[in-house]
């Protein structure tokens, strides 16, 4: 639901650009097949260009812009917090203002298509009530009608309705008029033109570019009857008369759709100057702004060449290390398994299970890399460890993709959420909602794996193993029961666009993350190894100290008994240096995060004045 509002808003805003430099600079020029094909362009690019991400390695300012509103947008659009939404089985529940909005602009598409198709069926009706005529004038692919229940000539598609009573010179001038429209094929443009109206509705400059379309494709069939050799004075005398005559169906193209004043200025004006038409060169601009608007920033890499290069900056952290810390634990007694129930809120780390790789050293981290290139190449957007935004492929109808068991080469490799065995909930399948899923992948591509298709949670796919998958062993998982709680309701924390803020000090910079407890006894884990600060005009990258209270920067334990309130955990970096502006929170696995001005999240201590 919120993609498909953020898109219809891209569309609009889209529309309206192009058309009101059209307005500016093309409206009153000569060019009409010009003018003509400028208009049909901006239908076309403007609903186009919201659907195409390209990939840049660091977002242009438009850019940042435009994620921050769809973040903004995605985050209004649901009821409860999306840290919360990314770690449950459960789908997320749209807030009341989509569901009304989706209601009343649902209501006013039904309505323009109503109305539409009456004027089409009335025109079917009007053409079967008309007898044919025959006419050297007119090609075989068209066909002429008479009728004497209109008083205007009309046409539509391949038919040409004259009334009763033409004859001679008005009757060549008129039907020469409609089959112009016939051969130029302007039902066609109007088709398109009437689709763009009714779906943007709401939109002004949806129906004045319908207006103008209309004008161009007369100025057109106006050109064309002045240059079959018509006289341009009986002509104009015509169009005078007809001005008075009753409009035909809003579907056709009428001899008097379009104001008689404008055109008679059109044919009695001089031809623009050839120069004027390198006006239309105001779309390359416009174009290159949507598509930067539009773009995707992301970093596409080699897999191995990133995690070597992770690997000489971390040395512990690399997946040989992990993987050889892992084979050391397992002749440890197990640790105690966490409680069913109760999954872990936002920062989750996903859990491996005792079942040995198939192939190969492929620790956790590297699996975690594959799945984040193959979810960045299918257009999905992370929001969190193993959880995705947008529409994966057409088989997908969820907004909020979950990864459940990950196989590799039609093995188990791993599971990411401990519930993910669970079955779909009723509404899991529908649009809108969350939906878990266990991805498939291959050897194979640029980067050495590629996906070989998503399976639903209780569908078909691979069998999953017997054996359940055993908690990692290690200490038992500690009670954090010394969680400072901020003095924050529910909705106010909803309202905040970002879940966190900043306070400065002389000698360090505190991260401060809030995290919603919506279980009586919930699991919280926090990284800190890979999180870091990063200046977005340098590059420079502040890593994280500590999280303050507990000395390291990895934590994982449960609080008990503190649902419903807003708690906070304090992240430790260095001090900023003092020209940072625009900043970015984010850990090493993330492709893409929004970018933030500094004095948007920062909160300065309080003073203690005596």
């Not at 438009?62 to 917090?81: G, L, W």
């Not at 512990?316 to 290390?321: E, F, G, H, Q, V």
């Not at 505190?510 to 999180?531: A, I, N």
Request: with cysteine; hydrophobic share 40%.
């Amino acid at each position: 639901m919120a993609a498909a509002i953020i898109y219809i808003i891209k569309w609009a805003v889209a529309l309206t650009l192009f058309h009101s430099l059209y307005g500016l600079f093309m409206r009153r020029e000569t060019f009409h097949a010009l003018n003509r094909a400028v208009l049909i362009f901006i239908l076309v690019a403007s609903a186009a260009l919201p659907l195409c991400h390209i990939e840049t390695s660091r977002p242009s300012p438009i850019a940042e812009a435009t994620a921050s509103a769809e973040t903004f947008i995605i985050e209004q659009a649901y009821d409860e917090p999306a840290t919360t939404a990314a770690t449950t089985t459960q789908p997320p529940r749209l807030a009341l203002w989509p569901r009304l909005l989706a209601m009343a602009y649902a209501a006013g598409v039904a309505v323009g298509w109503l109305a539409y198709m009456r004027s089409l069926a009335s025109l079917w009706m009007l053409m079967a009530r008309s007898r044919r005529i025959r006419t050297a004038a007119a090609p075989r692919s068209a066909s002429v009608l008479v009728s004497g229940r209109i008083t205007v000539a009309c046409s539509w598609m391949r038919w040409v309705i004259l009334p009763e009573g033409l004859e001679g010179r008005q009757l060549r001038s008129v039907l020469t008029h409609e089959l112009s429209h016939v051969r130029l094929g302007h039902s066609w443009d109007m088709l398109l033109c009437e689709f763009t109206a009714r779906m943007l509705w709401f939109l002004p400059s949806a129906w004045l570019l319908r207006k103008d379309l209309r004008d161009v494709h007369e100025y057109q069939a106006d050109s064309h009857v002045l240059a079959s050799g018509i006289d341009s004075d009986s002509y104009l005398r015509l169009l005078i008369a007809a001005a008075a005559g009753s409009s035909a169906s809003p579907a056709a193209n009428a001899f008097n759709h379009s104001p008689i004043k404008k055109r008679l200025y059109m044919m009695c004006r001089k031809p623009s100057a050839k120069a004027a038409a390198l006006k239309a060169a105001y779309l390359l601009p416009i174009v290159g702004m949507a598509v930067a608007a539009f773009a995707r920033p992301t970093i596409v890499a080699d897999i191995g060449q990133r995690l070597a290069t992770e690997e000489a900056e971390a040395p512990l952290l690399s997946p040989k290390a992990l993987n050889e810390a892992v084979a050391g634990a397992t002749a440890q007694p197990p640790a105690e398994a966490a409680e069913p129930g109760t999954p872990a809120v936002d920062e989750p780390q996903p859990e491996p299970v005792a079942e040995p790789a198939p192939t190969e050293d492929f620790s956790t981290d590297r699996a975690i890399h594959v799945v984040d290139s193959i979810a960045q190449g299918l257009g999905m957007s992370k929001i969190g460890s193993g959880t995705y935004l947008r529409r994966a492929e057409g088989s997908i109808h969820a907004d909020t993709i979950r990864i459940g068991e990950i196989y590799l080469d039609g093995s188990f490799l791993l599971r990411f959420n401990k519930n993910a065995a669970a079955k779909p909930t009723r509404r899991s399948g529908g649009q809108g909602n969350a939906q878990t899923f266990n991805v498939h992948i291959k050897r194979g591509g640029p980067t050495g794996y590629t996906c070989a298709g998503f399976s639903p949670v209780g569908g078909d796919g691979p069998a999953k193993p017997a054996d359940k998958p055993q908690a990692a062993p290690g200490k038992p998982v500690r009670e954090l029961d010394d969680t400072e709680i901020v003095p924050l309701t529910l909705s106010e924390y909803r309202r905040m666009h970002h879940k966190y803020w900043i306070e400065t000090y002389p000698d360090e910079t505190h991260l401060v993350m809030l995290k919603y407890v919506d279980r009586d006894r919930q699991l919280f884990r926090l990284d800190g190894v890979t999180r870091y600060i990063e200046d977005r005009k340098t590059g420079d990258r502040y890593m994280c100290r500590g999280i303050k209270g507990y000395g390291k920067t990895q934590l994982e334990g449960y609080i008990t008994g503190r649902k419903g309130s807003i708690v906070k955990f304090t992240l430790i970096f260095p001090p900023l240096d003092k020209h940072v502006e625009t900043i970015a929170v984010r850990k090493k696995d993330e492709r893409s995060v929004t970018p933030v001005r500094l004095d948007d999240v920062i909160r300065r201590p309080a003073k203690i004045i005596r």
